[in-house]
Each structure stands twice: as C-alpha cells, then as structure tokens.
C-alpha cells in the first residue's frame, strides 16, 4: 500500500555559491527529482541544500528542510516548504537519512560525510555525485554506495534505488 510520496535525500555542504558546478548539479538534480514527482529532502540551509530545493520548486515539487537549529536560530532557504527544526545539531543527519528512500550527496562536507556513512550503515542506497571518494579497510565493495558522473545518472539511480526499496 503505497503511504504517499517518496522521499529521496540530497546531501552536501553548504559553503558553494550559485557559480560552482555542485551547485548547478544540485539544482538539476532538485529539478528531476521533483518532475518525478518525488519529494526532495535536504538539510534546509544554504550551498547545495538551497541549490537542490530551489531546483525542486521551480519544477512544482515539494522541499522538506531537516534544519539542525530551532525557529528561533535558524534561517531555512526560501525554497523549503516544509521545514523541520530539530533543535538535534549534527544529530539531525541521522534524521536525514532514515527520513529518505535513497539520497545523492553531491559535493564534501564533513557533514556530507556523516550522512553517507550514516547511510550505508543504515542501508538507505547513497549515490555519490563529485563527492568523498570512500574506500573500506581491504578495499571490499560496500552495498548501497554508487558513484555516479552525471546529475541524470545520479537520478537514475536514486529512483531505482528508492523504488526496489517500494517492494
């Protein structure tokens, strides 16, 4: 029984402007996403999050924003429609991931980092998009993590990753 929309993550960090190519990766990702019509999930803020949201919205879909702060200390982008103050800090990436049924970080932040290893521990599906290049100890292939080239081909992948997840 299907409960609603699905919900798929964009993750990276928040100190990239409009002129650099994660944003614009950010953005086109946000826009394909939503023209799916799956909602887009990320940390609420400026960087990448602003990037993916305002993508989202300009194509008609919905934004949630997990923001790490309350009313009162954070300022949510203007493209989130729905916000979410959790008052958790850093503690809010674990909300980010279980809240998704897969998520595409773009770009390297360490928290960017939390919330792919969070992910792969958690077994949400994480596609990496010009991200951290993550190796474990014996070189083993870690299920759920793929790399991607392409905005479209992280897309891709993310949706097939969050409609097996469906079944």
Do not use: H
Not at 67 to 78: A, I, Q, W, Y
């Amino acid at each position: 029984m299907d409960m609603g929309k699905s919900i798929i993550g964009v993750f990276g960090p928040g100190n990239v402007s409009d002129a650099d190519e994660e944003w614009q990766a950010a953005f086109s990702v946000g826009q394909q996403l939503a023209a799916r019509g799956y909602v887009v999930l990320t940390g609420g803020l400026v960087g990448i999050m602003t990037a993916a949201s305002k993508g989202a919205m300009e194509a008609g879909g919905i934004t949630v924003g997990i923001l790490p702060g309350t009313r009162k200390s954070d300022s949510v982008n203007e493209y989130v429609d729905i916000p979410i103050y959790t008052g958790m800090g850093e503690g809010r990436n674990a909300v980010n991931v279980k809240s998704c049924r897969a998520a595409i970080a773009i770009g390297g932040g360490y928290g960017t980092l939390s919330e792919i290893a969070l992910a792969l521990k958690g077994g949400c599906p994480i596609i990496l998009l010009n991200s951290w290049s993550i190796s474990p100890y014996g070189g083993r292939k870690l299920p759920g993590l793929l790399m991607a080239r392409t905005p479209d081909e992280a897309v891709g992948m993310a949706v097939l990753a969050a409609e097996k997840g469906k079944s």
